[in-house]
């Protein structure tokens, strides 16, 4: 895995906890969207060079992937597309990252992330109080609403941590915490390829996670950019509703508006 241009914006921190950015060479708008995110909040982090998943070759795909499994998922839409094989090879990189320089846990982040000004002090509340086997959600998406309860032994004025009830219900991997053993098992479960890199419930009942955990209220949210994932292949139509400003706001608001529709959240006593 390509790991380039480190971005040091302070020269003491009071955090271990490394942040790995990926990034699409192809996507210099997004860059510079997150190097703004990050001016000003003391925070150390590296960018990762995404995969690209178009370019790959169908052998490399037959040698990565359980395509069997890929090709059932996709029989009635095809979402389970090249870009999406590549995000997975992209956080499999950042595992073996983990795992090879023996960090505790690391701070998985997309370029379209929005960030809050005190993410230190979350990022320094998780060190202290994340075990390993951990996965930690910043940011999530739900399919339908997500039943939230307080982890024990919290501040019950201002607890952070949460378990979802209904782990079957929520998605998204744009800023995610994962612990060196997490990384291992997920790393070791998804190889070949079988499933993409935020199915939470099927890690989770797997026992590749030993806690799923989600920050409430979420501290990160995620900018209005189009998708890099390739979940639509490119058409004609599509690259002209891109270079149209005005479909291009459509797209974006629509975009925003999904957004919200995907975060409906319980907090259940």
């Known amino acids: 895995m390509a790991l380039n241009n480190r971005i040091n914006l302070s020269k003491e921190l009071a955090y271990s906890m490394k942040i790995f950015v990926t990034n699409l060479k192809t ?7 997150i190097i703004k995110e990050f001016e000003g909040k003391g925070l150390d982090f590296s960018f990762v060079d995404c995969v690209i998943g178009k370019d790959l070759s169908e052998k490399e795909l037959h040698e990565k992937c359980d395509m ?53 002090q979350i990022l320094t ?13 910043l940011f999530y998406l739900t399919y339908t609403t997500l ?9 019950n004025e201002r607890p952070l941590f949460y378990e979802p009830l209904n782990p079957e219900c929520i998605h998204g991997g744009s800023a995610v915490v994962v612990t060196r053993k997490a990384a291992e098992n997920m790393l070791k479960y998804n190889t070949p390829i079988r499933m993409s890199p935020d199915s939470w419930k ?11 955990l ?25 690259k002209l509703m891109i270079s149209n400003p005005f479909t291009r706001f ?4 629509k975009r925003k508006f999904y957004r919200i529709s995907k975060q409906k959240v319980e907090i259940v006593k």
């Open 214 to 238: 989600c920050v409430h209220p979420m501290p990160i949210n995620t900018a209005d950019f189009g998708t890099t994932m390739g979940y639509v292949r490119d058409s004609v139509v599509r």
């Open 68 to 120: 069997k499994k890929i090709n059932h998922f996709n029989r009635e839409v095809e979402w389970f597309t090249k870009g999406v094989i590549g995000c997975t090879l992209t956080n499999q990189n950042t595992y073996r990252t983990i795992i090879e320089n023996n960090y505790e846990m690391a701070l998985l982040l997309e370029d379209d992330t929005i960030l809050p000004d005190n993410l230190k």
């Open 202 to 212: 099927d890690f989770y009942e797997a026992n590749c996670i030993g806690r799923l």
């Open 27 to 33: 996507s210099p708008d997004r860059r510079t969207h």
């Open 147 to 155: 039943k939230l309860k307080a982890l024990a032994n919290q501040n």
């Open 250 to 253: 459509v797209l974006k608001m």
């Open 125 to 137: 509340e998780i060190e202290n109080s994340a075990k390993q086997g951990d996965v930690i959600l």
